[in-house]
T-cell receptor, first 113, second 114 residues
Framework: GNSVTQMEGPVTLSEEAFLTINCTYT??????LFWYVQYPGEGLQLLLK?????DKGSNKGFEATYRKETTSFHLEKGSVQVSDSAVYFC????????????FGTGTRLTIIP | SQTIHQWPATLVQPVGSPLSLECTVE??????LYWYRQAAGRGLQLLFY??????ISSEVPQNLSASRPQDRQFILSSKKLLLSDSGFYLC?????????????FGNGTRLTVT
């Protein structure tokens, strides 16, 4: 079956530090991959996505590259801010006849000034 | 543009009372609709999803039910709430049949069962 494994949190960084949140997946075929962000007390928002191998999704300074050879979609940001504190979810969609996304368990990120 | 509305934002209900949470989507037709639950500090659990009016798929046997009386309306219900039903409930939609289309989430309902 399909699965997403995320780096366990919580992760605490100082402002302006480099961020990596690891995500690996298991799926047949060529899934689409997503990163979602959830700020405190809110629903999830799409942060970025990639729909095929070697695609790079980017948004708000965050980037993730779809690596089929390593089945990974790691989230990175070069310099984090306090406002980036949130929970981050990696997700995949298998892209064939299955209407459900599979989510990772989420990684809580806290940025300290 | 498409929008999703979910209400109420917060709800406190006694054990054994009924529940009805409502979600509506505007600006799109025939969306796939989803209900997720997020327990405190935990990940997302898919409860129900629907690919059309009257079509409901249940992911986890539980005390809850879902209905889709109209194309863009999705309702989560319970006849008698349990303490374990407490959590953050999220409604979401995506375009029908579009594999690379992302989910769009509502702002959630925080349910506390006392």
């Amino acid at each position: 079956g399909n699965s997403v494994t995320q780096m366990e949190g919580p992760v605490t960084l100082s402002e302006e530090a480099f961020l990596t949140i690891n995500c690996t997946y298991t799926a047949t075929g060529y899934p689409s991959l997503f990163w979602y962000v959830q700020y405190p007390g809110e629903g999830l928002q799409l942060l970025l996505k990639a729909t095929k191998a070697d695609d790079k999704g980017s948004n708000k300074g965050f980037e993730a590259t779809y690596r089929k050879e390593t089945t990974s979609f790691h989230l990175e940001k070069g310099s984090v801010q306090v406002s980036d504190s949130a929970v981050y979810f990696c997700a995949l969609n298998p892209n064939f006849g299955n209407e459900k996304l599979t989510f990772g368990t989420g990684t809580r990120l806290t940025i300290i000034p | 543009s498409q929008t999703i509305h979910q209400w109420p934002a917060t709800l406190v209900q006694p054990v054994g009372s009924p529940l009805s949470l409502e979600c509506t989507v505007e600006g799109t037709s025939n969306p796939n609709l989803y209900w997720y639950r997020q327990a405190a500090g935990r990940g997302l659990q898919l409860l129900f999803y629907s690919v059309g009016i009257g079509q409901i798929s249940s992911e986890v046997p539980q005390n809850l039910s879902a209905s889709r009386p109209q194309d863009r309306q999705f309702i989560l219900s319970s006849k008698k709430l349990l303490l374990s039903d407490s959590g953050f409930y999220l409604c979401a939609w995506r375009n029908y049949g579009a594999g690379n289309s992302p989910l769009h989430f509502g702002n959630g309902t925080r349910l506390t069962v006392t």
